[in-house]
């Protein structure tokens, strides 16, 4: 069982080759039985594929088009200054270096005082996300 940790451990690297190979007699052949589609289908012996403009030689509505202009990052997951580790880890250091200087200052008195704000900040949250959910 692994214990949760405030730091990212390094993982090992992995390695994954994908061999290409050249096989210029099957290139030919390729090139070929599309270059005999395309004559087929200019001479109306085929049907055209879907999308597919005779006048362009080209194909229409291409999925790819567009898809870099969005400028967005993955839709769906929508990045809160809350939801992120670094933030998380800012506040606890935080609030830890404000427990040092209190107590230092301040004697043990500071550690209560910071324990029974952080007690209703923590409850105060819960209460909003409770109250978020109930009215879904």
Do not use: H
Not at 55 to 72: K, L, P, V
């Amino acid at each position: 069982m692994k214990l949760p940790s405030l730091f990212r451990t390094a993982q090992p690297m992995r390695f994954d080759i994908k061999p290409r190979f050249y096989d210029p007699v099957k290139e030919e052949i390729e090139q070929r039985t599309a270059r005999i589609k395309k004559e087929l289908q200019a001479e109306g012996k085929l049907p055209y594929e879907e999308g597919y403009d005779p006048e362009n030689d080209s194909f229409r509505g291409s999925a790819i088009r567009g898809a870099f202009t969005q400028g967005s990052p993955i839709k769906g997951k929508t990045s809160t200054p809350f939801s992120n580790t670094g933030f998380l880890r800012l506040l606890i250091f935080l609030v830890l270096i404000t427990l040092v200087f209190g107590y230092v200052y301040y004697g043990p008195d500071a550690v209560y005082y910071l324990l029974y704000f952080a007690t209703g900040v923590l409850l105060v949250s819960l209460i909003v996300k409770l109250k978020g959910r109930l009215k879904q």
